[in-house]
């Protein structure tokens, strides 16, 4: 891991110039941004002119600016990251893994946006000074890992791809209300392109690419287990000709002896049956339970 080095850095420096560098991001950014809307309307003004090739170009050079602006804010978010975690790196003397990308990133894209924010050079020179020379030539020559690839890409000075071209041109019309056709060879190469990634045969039976998260590898089948070998039956005699079997070991129950019906609640108990009509006739032979007053007690 990386540590400091014989002479250490300037640590109130380094926050300054962090910070200076993410105001001129903010700034930058914004005015490409507004030069790149403007370009927009000068391609409209080709492509509606008949001017194709002239817009490819001033395209081309659209799409650069773009990319810069991505660029810038990366860097600006890296920045933004490293302040934020500024006292880690007054503490720690070796690169924390949780910076190495962004430190390495900041010191590897200086030199490329060096003439519009000279800040990160000054930035990239005390984290050289903080972590070593070795570290920062290996940030410069794209020697470490830990550089992010979203920014190699978007600073790379190769041109941008013919399909791109197209697309932006294709949207800049249909904003500006214009017609323009792209090349019909270009977008039929790029969906070539795009085919040879996929491939699909529908008719194969060894698996294929299946949807619906598939690895396309053609499976095994499910290996069922052998109800007959792993539990075997016994014979338990025969019923009308049909030869009966049952498991060699029923689960085990306990005796528990007789059981007892439960007895039934008073409200299920059973009471005498009413009186009928024929009764009536047989009341007097009846004792009578309601208390009568003799004469004798009258008197």
Known sequence: MFSSGPRGPSYAKLKTNLQSSINKLKLLEKKKMESTLKARKEIAHYIAAGKTERAKIRVEHIIREDYLVE??????MYCNLVLARFGLIQQMKDLDPGLSEAISSLVWCAPRLMSDVPELKIVADQFALKY????AVACREQSISTISEKLIHKLSVQAPPKVLV???L?????????E???DPQIMRESEWGADALITLDVGSKSGGASGGGGS???QQPFSYPNLRHEFPTEDAGTWNGTRLTSSPSPPPYTSIGAVSPPSAPPSFR???PPRTASSNSSMTSQPRYLHTRHSSDIL
């Open 132 to 135: 070593g020379k070795p570290y």
């Open 71 to 76: 660029a810038m804010d990366v860097t600006e």
């Open 166 to 168: 197209e697309k932006y």
């Open 270 to 272: 059973r009471l005498p």
């Open 216 to 218: 396309g590898i053609p």
């Open 180 to 182: 323009y056709t792209p």
């Open 170 to 178: 294709q949207e800049i019309a249909y904003n500006h209300n214009l």
